[in-house]
Nanobody, 124 residues
Framework: QVQLVESGGGLVQAGGSLRLSCAASGRTFSSYAMGWFRQAPGKEREFVAAINWSGVYTSYGDSVKGRFTISRDNAKNTVYLEMNSLKPEDTAVYYC?????????????????WGQGTQVTVSS
């Protein structure tokens, strides 16, 4: 059974930074792509970023390109999301997810395991 636990969310002022972490259980972490999604109140869950199994390739949603960075440490079974220049519209619950394959994917249906989410609130 795979478990994903996010941490690092909180309240930050616009222009500030936060670093989210997602710790995964199990010995197969390094075999799969990982992703971050977010869901704001009243909106659908949207793709934020993804990283392939090795960490060499990454992909970002248009709204976060140039501001967010996804990375992973396979030795620690952890994926990170560094968020800079935060905006009020970044306010959402952020979810970590494990892909069903090693390669980058930005479609929710291609992720089989999800964390419980961590709240990020950006004040103006």
């Amino acid at each position: 059974q795979v478990q994903l636990v996010e941490s690092g969310g909180g309240l930050v002022q616009a222009g500030g930074s936060l670093r989210l972490s997602c710790a995964a259980s199990g010995r197969t972490f390094s075999s799969y792509a990982m992703g971050w999604f977010r869901q704001a109140p009243g909106k659908e869950r949207e793709f934020v970023a993804a990283i392939n199994w090795s960490g060499v390739y990454t992909s970002y949603g248009d709204s976060v390109k140039g501001r967010f960075t996804i990375s992973r440490d396979n030795a620690k079974n952890t994926v990170y999301l560094e968020m800079n220049s935060l905006k009020p519209e970044d306010t959402a619950v952020y979810y970590c997810a494990r892909g069903l394959r090693p390669t980058i994917i930005n479609v929710m249906s291609e992720y089989g395991y999800w964390g419980q989410g961590t709240q990020v609130t950006v004040s103006s």
